[in-house]
């Protein structure tokens, strides 16, 4: 199961995930996986929803908040404190936030799909650029002229864990 993407981030942030899990890395040698080819057709523009078996890594209330992001449609979003009111936990936006930031899984995991309250783009692993060129993907159903640039030359990295 796909348990980590690492957006530019490299393999040092997929060692520390996998240890502190206590799961078994499995390196994948393949250049082409099914993961990366449909992370690659969602980012073209050609996907909208992943066909994945994902594995969660992470608390009970991570794993709680996570899957309510995975509730947020396609091209749509919602605010940390309308996912806290979803998830009835009695944990505020923040503790949302919180969660969010340790998403394993971004993008597949779509937490770029959650902002703050007044709309504005708050917070994301890959930078908040990446997170308005995602959202601006997903609403004009169409590659947008300008591509984030990665935090490091690191390409994506996906990590597959027994």
Do not use: M
């Not at 449909?38 to 050609?46: M, N």
């Not at 703050?116 to 308005?132: E, P």
Request: charged share 20%.
């Amino acid at each position: 199961a796909l348990v980590h993407v690492s957006l530019g981030a490299g393999l040092v942030e997929l060692f520390r995930h996998a240890k502190r899990h206590r799961a078994r890395l499995v390196v994948e040698r393949r250049s082409v996986t099914i993961a990366r080819r449909q992370l690659s057709e969602y980012l073209a523009g050609r996907r909208r929803s992943f066909e994945l078996s994902v594995r969660l890594l992470g608390t009970g209330f991570q794993r709680k908040a996570w899957g309510a992001l995975l509730e947020i449609p396609y091209g749509r979003t919602a605010s940390y404190g309308e996912q806290a009111a979803t998830l009835d936990v009695g944990a505020g936006a923040r503790a949302i936030g919180q969660a969010n930031a340790h998403n394993p899984v971004p993008i597949v995991v779509p937490c770029h799909r959650v902002v703050g309250s007044s709309g504005k783009l708050t917070g994301f692993a890959a930078g908040v650029d990446t997170k308005r060129w995602l959202l601006e993907l997903e609403s004009s159903g169409r590659v947008p002229p300008w591509l984030p640039r990665p935090r490091s030359a690191s390409p994506i990295q996906l990590g597959l864990f027994a």
